[in-house]
């Protein structure tokens, strides 16, 4: 089975400062993961993913995340935030092949100005 | 552009109710999926579909029945409501084409069990 661990259930910066988001995941066999975010009273959309290749992945608003297969970890970054990335971000692993998301327990993102 | 559209967004039932979630998409897609998602506990797959007529169960299937008569349609059904039903749920759903991994959510069905 699989499993994702979300280590910080809030993570408060100012505007304008880079931020880190960790995510780390458990399984025995290969997987795809993937990073979600949800605004305020909105259904989730997809950040980017990671299928194969590139380690290093761009998503949507300047977000990108590097998958490390031997720390099992998928953390998402970017360089400088804006208060418009207020939101809720959740990470998610499947086994390859598969649509069967496992997410994680999502981490609260609050931008300060 | 209507994507995936859950019915009602809201309701408040009394324990011991029964009650149907509808979720409809336009996009043709194969899978569908029902979540529920609580505070510290994030999405947690109640049951999916992937196709008309085929259903699954998910991580927390209990409590919960699903059917899908149409590929467009997924119905989540509570025959007797209880407190610990109460949640946000989540619909989604996904082409099917493996490995690609992106859900497309509705805006999520928000339910009270008093």
């Known amino acids: 089975a699989q499993s994702v661990t979300q280590l910080d259930s809030q993570v408060p910066v100012f505007e304008e400062a880079p931020v880190e988001l960790r995510c780390n995941y458990s399984s025995s066999v290969s997987v795809y993961l993937f990073w979600y975010v949800q605004y305020p009273n909105q259904g989730l959309q997809l950040l980017l993913k990671?299928?194969?290749?590139?380690?290093l992945v761009k998503g949507i608003n300047g977000f990108e995340a590097e998958f490390n297969k031997s720390q099992t970890s998928f953390h998402l970054r970017k360089p400088s935030v804006h208060i418009s990335d207020t939101a809720e971000y959740f990470c998610a692993v499947s086994r390859i092949n598969t649509d069967k998301l496992i997410f994680g327990t999502g981490t609260r993102l609050q931008v300060f100005p | 552009n209507a994507g995936v559209t859950q019915t009602p967004k809201f309701r408040v039932l009394k324990t011991g109710q029964s009650m149907t979630l509808l979720c409809a998409q336009d996009m043709n897609h194969e899978y569908m999926y029902w979540y529920r998602q609580d505070p510290g506990m994030g999405l947690r797959l109640i049951h999916y579909?992937?196709?008309?007529?085929?259903?699954a169960k998910g991580e927390v299937p209990d409590g919960y029945n699903v059917s899908r008569l149409k590929k467009q349609n997924f119905l989540l059904g509570l025959e007797s409501a209880a407190p610990s039903q109460t949640s946000v749920y989540f619909c989604a759903s996904s082409t099917g084409q493996r490995g690609s991994g992106e859900l497309f959510f509705g805006e999520g069905s928000r339910l009270t069990v008093l």
């Open positions: 990671y299928l194969s290749g590139s380690t």
């Open positions: 579909s992937v196709g008309e007529g085929t259903t």
